[in-house]
């Protein structure tokens, strides 16, 4: 565990022929959870076993647990596969991508995060974005009468939810967001024109029949996507906010497996699956889901928020080089200090980025260094009704 400006889980795998992988561990504000499950019920099953056996150690790490899924198991899980897939691109001499099926393309489109306290400081950021060479920026804003509002940060490049010991208290109030979201991206599309891909963020803070009317308000806008726009336990639900309004639909930053998302992919209720391999079984798993979805035109956007590390990033970027149904990347911008500690091949250029041509996954881990930033417990807000009532985050 190291906290380079925020927290992050790291395991380090290393074999007796002197090769190592690394793979990121980290799940925002339950770190040790993870931690736990790793030390106490995956590390020792591993000691001892071929690293070659990728495919093998996953089965035997989700089939073998009896008690299936879950972020907690799932993200261990990932973290092995991920260290795996670095191991056998480093035995083979070859990036990842490489051993995947080659590159599909010749970089990968991002989308970097504006956010200001008001629409013209939003707006602002979106222009600076477009002048760094983003092609696709997310716009969130700060909500007259809206106490803390999801994705307005106090810094700018390196926003970070996860800023306190006990989780912070937000307000929401769903009537002052639907009217106020329209004027946002209004003043945007006025101001920056059409040709930069804008995307939205809801964090699930509205019913089925409310995020069908957001939809609609915003069609004029022409969103690459509107995300999270309703809670996904019930993916049922998508089917209402599909049959209301043409602006396309990403979900899935939380899912662990793909039995979150077959419903959704199957019933093409979405347009963009957002699971990562971080969160969802690690590159293993994340190419089944990918699969899946390229049977219904659905595309990938990988979860590419800060809490996610480098190795996370590293390990998406190879398989987002390869995969045939890409869409597009998330990319916020880490710290320096995590920049430091985690050593990276990818590069950012003119709105793409590159996993670069190192074997593995191309991300390492200065133990050094990371053990100069030691972790620090904190939690994401959460968010009530001006009433009290607790609502999603
Ligand atoms: C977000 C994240 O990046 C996103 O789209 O929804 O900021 C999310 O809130 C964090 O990753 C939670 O840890
Ligand atoms: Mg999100």
């Known amino acids: 565990m190291t906290c380079p400006g925020r927290n992050f889980v790291t395991l380090k795998i290393v074999t007796d022929q002197g090769l190592h992988g690394i793979g990121d561990a980290t799940l925002n504000g339950r770190e040790k959870a993870v931690v736990a499950y790793l030390e106490e019920h995956v590390v020792p099953l591993l000691i001892g076993k071929d690293a070659s056996r990728i495919e093998d150690i996953w089965q035997l790490l989700y089939r073998g647990a009896y008690w299936r899924r879950g972020p907690v198991k799932m993200t261990?899980?990932?973290a092995v596969d991920t260290a795996l897939w670095d191991i056998k691109g480093k035995a083979a001499g070859m990036p990842v991508y490489q051993l995947l099926g080659g590159a599909s393309r010749d970089g990968v489109m991002v989308y970097g995060h504006a956010n200001g306290a008001?629409?013209?400081?939003?707006?602002?950021?979106?222009?600076r974005y477009i002048e760094m060479g983003y092609k696709a920026v997310r716009a969130q804003s700060g909500i007259p009468g809206v106490k803390g509002a999801y994705g307005v940060g106090r810094g700018k490049l390196h926003y970070e939810p996860a800023d306190a010991t006990l989780p912070a208290e937000t307000l929401w109030n769903t009537s002052t967001y639907l009217n106020f979201a329209p004027k946002l991206f209004d003043r945007i599309r006025n101001e920056?024109?059409?040709?930069?891909?804008?995307l939205h963020d809801v964090h699930h803070r509205l019913t089925p029949i409310e995020a069908g009317r957001l939809g609609q308000s915003l069609?004029?806008?022409?969103?690459f996507w509107m995300e999270d726009c309703?809670?996904?336990?019930?993916?049922e639900a998508f089917r209402l906010v599909r049959n209301k309004t043409t602006t396309p639909l990403a979900v899935g930053e939380i899912f662990s497996s793909i039995y979150d998302c077959k419903d959704l992919i199957q019933n093409q209720l979405i347009d963009y699956i957002r699971a990562t391999v971080v969160h969802a079984g690690g590159i293993t798993h994340l190419r089944q889901i990918a699969g899946l979805a390229?049977?219904?035109q659905v595309r990938t956007g990988c979860h590419g928020a800060t809490d996610l590390s480098p190795a996370c990033m590293g390990a998406a970027l190879h398989f987002d080089l390869w995969v045939p149904n890409f869409g597009i990347q998330e990319y916020m911008r880490h710290t320096e200090e995590t920049d430091e500690v985690f050593p990276h091949a990818y590069s950012f250029s003119d709105g793409y980025l590159h996993p670069g041509e190192?074997?593995?996954?191309?991300?390492?881990?200065?133990?050094e260094l990371a053990a100069k930033f030691p972790y620090n417990p904190k939690q994401l807000p959460?968010?009530?009704?001006?009433?009290g009532t607790m609502w999603n985050w």
């Open 118 to 127: 008001d629409i013209q400081e939003t707006s602002d950021e979106v222009g």
């Open 358 to 367: 190192a074997p593995g996954i191309g991300v390492d881990i200065d133990e």
């Open 76 to 78: 261990a899980i990932a």
């Open 230 to 235: 309703t809670p996904v336990e019930n993916q």
């Open 382 to 387: 959460i968010a009530r009704l001006y009433d």
């Open 192 to 198: 920056h024109g059409d040709n930069v891909e804008l």
């Open 294 to 296: 390229a049977l219904y």
């Open 219 to 223: 069609e004029p806008y022409r969103l």
